[in-house]
């Protein structure tokens, strides 16, 4: 007996990160209820992204083309690399920040349980990369998890095989913010991180 299409839809919600039983089962609804036009566009657009959006060649990044816009550019500094883990940091350095070198997204970070290593982040194209001699410096933009800082570890070593510079952008107390509401993890990193004052 096939299941009814009303909770195929529901599970086609579930996919979505954060997407729980109740959430899809509103979305379903309101799609049906109020926004099949909407609900139309979505299934198009979804179907067209799904079959036309690959990565891009040099970077990682997602692309509709071999090359994004990015790594196409000629305007961009060659020399700079910024290694992240998602296309979502990319973005988010790129929106806040004066940023205009290349880019090098991961899709992840090394997480050995997962069976996630080097080669399932592209870190052999990583290498590729650093050997051609353009870049000078390698900025490890990863995330200040446990995986993160044993992602940023494994590609300062490769940065360094390389003579590329290693950096790591500062991490710490955020700016406006006051200490009593900072957590002790960040507090305790940005004292240990501490420089001198210009």
Known sequence: M????????????????????????????????????????????????????????RCRDFSETPLCATCASASRDVQLLCAVESP???????????????????????????????????????????????????IIATNPTVEGEATAHYLAQLARQHGVRPSRPAHGLPLGGELEYV???TLSHAFGSRGEMA
């Open 88 to 138: 979502a940091d990319r973005l988010a350095i790129e929106q806040a920040t004066g940023y205009r070198g290349l880019y090098f997204v991961l899709q992840g970070r090394l997480s050995p349980l997962d069976g996630i290593g080097p080669r399932e982040l592209g870190l052999h194209l990583l290498g590729e990369r650093l050997a051609q001699g353009e870049v000078q410096e390698l």
């Open 2 to 57: 096939s299941v009814p299409l009303l909770e195929q839809l529901v599970e086609a919600f579930r996919v979505l990160p954060g997407v729980g039983q109740k959430t899809a089962q509103r979305m379903a609804y309101h799609v049906l209820e109020r926004g099949r036009d909407g609900g139309r566009r979505l299934a198009e657009v979804l179907g067209e992204a799904v079959e036309k959006i690959g990565h891009c060649e």
């Open 183 to 185: 957590d002790r993890g």
